[in-house]
């Protein structure tokens, strides 16, 4: 194989590791008389109806690993659900509805996502002291899972997210100020649930992996306060920006709860347990393996890469160019041969840089006409601070979003190598020009440099893999 096809087919093992499906059938199993889902033991005697709900652009994939794992159980006919997905991640299930919540490429809610949201709440609402709940979450989740309450608007809760995410505010502060303007996300989801037993099986696509953060938390409840959210707003310089009704929503919410937490007594199902399915960890570990059986070794920077999108692919250029042959004393030949073959894995999650604005984005929308990702720009970096195609020679670096999705485009992403540098050299392209516009996908697609997946039914950030061999 080529270093091009070694460095897809490390990145694609660290993507199999994480599959939704068989993340999620890992937890789920009938032993005699008796269902255990993650650690939970439920009797199947005295079970009720089993309702899958949730959310997550890997919503397909785990709800298709809890139908293989119950279909041919005594449980079959009891199992029902709704789990809201992007368009392009619909297919036909035998027991669980999926509704396509949002188009593919648009991270925000929309009055799908609602109208699903609202069937969900409907659903849990019905269940009785008998039932099982099993709650399907992973990254997306706090855009398809939408509910504004009562007196918000879902206009309201765009005009709040976008202020917020154009002041460059993390997700920690975006999720904190959402969650106090809905009906699910805090604990209120499960709030809602009349099941004696939930159990949240989760996909992290944050770094660090906090149940809070994760698809801004519908089944743990919220240390925030509608206070905190008025002093993010107002540190963020943005009440004047927000719909006048919604801070006046807000002001009367920490008038209200001076003395106490309206949702620190939150009524929780009886047992409610959260497993984390997968995460980047695990994708960077099943990476690892892969190369060293196709003989390289390892330097991983591990999963908590948050830092700016196009300084990432400069430091990561720069650090696979320093990578040089080690003298035949500090090496053995016999497991790696007369080469020296480098794999540079690092996971994590950078963000955008807006020119002009300094606003730091998790992904594009939009900038004039230009269209990109984080992963897109990151490779379009590190192509700009090395554009002699003789530093590629024997190099190179794929930049992925596991769900297939980099910004609001059909691509997962980005591969340099030099025969990419020695094409967009004979070009017309001029790669800096495209950097500062942050129109990286419209690069890419001229000089055939896109990584495209389709959606993986999966999501844990990004994954890069930087190959050298010397």
Same mark, same amino acid.
């Given at each position: 194989?080529?270093?091009?096809?070694?460095?897809?087919?490390?990145?694609?093992?660290?993507?199999a590791a994480v599959d939704s499906a068989q993340s999620v059938h890992r937890q789920i199993r009938v032993q005699q008389d008796k269902l255990w889902i993650a650690d939970v033991r439920i009797?199947?005697?005295?079970?009720?109806?089993?309702?899958?709900?949730?959310?997550?652009?890997?919503?397909?994939?785990?709800?298709?690993?809890?139908?293989?794992?119950?279909?041919?159980?005594?449980?079959?006919?009891?199992?029902?659900?709704?789990?809201?997905?992007?368009?392009?991640?619909?297919?036909?299930?035998?027991?669980?509805?999926?509704?396509?919540?949002?188009?593919?490429?648009?991270?925000?809610?929309?009055?799908?996502?609602?109208?699903?949201?609202?069937?969900?709440?409907?659903?849990?609402?019905?269940?009785?002291?008998?039932?099982?709940?099993?709650?399907?979450?992973?990254?997306?989740?706090?855009?398809?899972?939408?509910?504004?309450?009562?007196?918000?608007?879902?206009?309201?809760?765009?005009?709040?997210?976008?202020?917020?995410?154009?002041?460059?505010?993390?997700?920690?502060?975006?999720?904190?100020?959402?969650?106090?303007?809905?009906?699910?996300?805090?604990?209120?989801?499960?709030?809602?649930?009349?099941?004696?037993?939930?159990?949240?099986?989760?996909?992290?696509?944050?770094?660090?992996?906090?149940?809070?953060?994760?698809?801004?938390?519908?089944?743990?409840?919220?240390?925030?306060?509608?206070?905190?959210?008025?002093?993010?707003?107002?540190?963020?310089?943005?009440?004047?920006?927000?719909?006048?009704?919604?801070?006046?929503?807000?002001?009367?919410?920490?008038?209200?709860?001076?003395?106490?937490?309206?949702? =620190?007594?939150?009524?929780?199902?009886?047992?409610? +347990? %959260? #497993? $984390?399915? !997968? *995460?980047?960890?695990?994708?960077?570990?099943?990476?690892?393996?892969?190369?060293?059986?196709?003989?390289?070794?390892?330097?991983?920077?591990?999963?908590?890469?948050?830092?700016?999108?196009?300084?990432?692919?400069?430091?990561?250029?720069?650090?696979?160019?320093?990578?040089?042959?080690?003298?035949?004393?500090?090496?053995?030949?016999?497991?790696?041969?007369?080469?020296?073959?480098?794999?540079?894995?690092?996971?994590?999650?950078?963000?955008?840089?807006?020119?002009?604005?300094?606003?730091?984005?998790?992904?594009?929308?939009?900038?004039?006409?230009?269209?990109?990702?984080?992963?897109?720009?990151?490779?379009?970096?590190?192509?700009?601070?090395?554009?002699?195609?003789?530093?590629?020679?024997?190099?190179?670096?794929?930049?992925?979003?596991?769900?297939?999705?980099?910004?609001?485009?059909?691509? =997962?992403?980005?591969?340099?190598?030099?025969?990419? +540098? %020695? #094409? $967009?050299? !004979? *070009?017309?392209?001029?790669?800096?020009?495209?950097?500062?516009?942050?129109?990286?996908?419209?690069?890419?697609?001229?000089?055939?440099?896109?990584?495209?997946?389709?959606?993986?039914?999966?999501?844990?950030?990004?994954?890069?893999?930087?190959?050298?061999?010397?």
């Amino acid at each position: 194989m080529s270093l091009r096809d070694d460095a897809i087919a490390i990145w694609s093992a660290g993507i199999a590791a994480v599959d939704s499906a068989q993340s999620v059938h890992r937890q789920i199993r009938v032993q005699q008389d008796k269902l255990w889902i993650a650690d939970v033991r439920i009797p199947i005697s005295s079970a009720g109806r089993i309702e899958v709900i949730g959310a997550g652009k890997a919503g397909a994939g785990m709800a298709a690993g809890v139908e293989a794992a119950l279909v041919t159980t005594n449980f079959s006919d009891r199992i029902s659900g709704w789990v809201n997905v992007p368009a392009d991640c619909v297919r036909p299930m035998k027991y669980i509805q999926l509704h396509a919540a949002r188009p593919a490429g648009l991270n925000e809610p929309t009055q799908e996502a609602v109208r699903g949201t609202q069937e969900i709440l409907r659903r849990v609402r019905s269940l009785s002291e008998s039932d099982v709940c099993i709650v399907l979450l992973s990254g997306g989740a706090s855009a398809l899972l939408c509910s504004p309450t009562s007196g918000i608007s879902l206009s309201d809760k765009l005009s709040v997210t976008r202020a917020l995410a154009g002041s460059g505010a993390p997700i920690h502060e975006l999720n904190l100020v959402r969650t106090q303007l809905s009906q699910v996300k805090g604990g209120r989801l499960a709030a809602a649930c009349r099941a004696h037993t939930l159990v949240a099986l989760i996909i992290s696509d944050v770094i660090g992996d906090p149940l809070e953060v994760i698809g801004s938390g519908p089944t743990i409840p919220s240390a925030s306060r509608a206070a905190d959210a008025l002093l993010v707003l107002r540190d963020r310089q943005l009440l004047d920006q927000i719909p006048p009704h919604v801070i006046a929503f807000l002001e009367r919410q920490a008038e209200a709860t001076l003395t106490s937490h309206p949702d =620190a007594e939150l009524a929780l199902p009886r047992t409610v +347990v %959260q #497993r $984390i399915v !997968a *995460s980047n960890a695990m994708a960077i570990t099943a990476a690892t393996v892969k190369a060293h059986a196709l003989g390289y070794e390892v330097q991983s920077l591990g999963s908590a890469n948050a830092g700016e999108a196009a300084e990432e692919g400069r430091q990561l250029i720069a650090r696979l160019l320093a990578i040089r042959k080690e003298s035949s004393g500090t090496r053995s030949s016999s497991t790696l041969g007369p080469q020296r073959r480098v794999c540079i894995l690092s996971g994590g999650e950078p963000t955008v840089n807006l020119s002009g604005s300094g606003s730091k984005v998790k992904a594009i929308h939009s900038v004039a006409a230009a269209r990109g990702g984080r992963n897109q720009e990151l490779v379009l970096a590190a192509i700009t601070a090395h554009q002699n195609s003789a530093d590629w020679k024997n190099t190179v670096l794929l930049s992925a979003g596991t769900d297939g999705e980099d910004g609001p485009t059909d691509a =997962a992403g980005a591969i340099a190598d030099q025969d990419l +540098v %020695q #094409r $967009i050299a !004979a *070009s017309e392209f001029d790669p800096d020009s495209y950097l500062a516009r942050h129109d990286s996908y419209a690069f890419f697609d001229a000089v055939a440099g896109l990584f495209k997946t389709g959606p993986t039914h999966t999501n844990v950030m990004d994954l890069r893999v930087g190959l050298r061999c010397l």
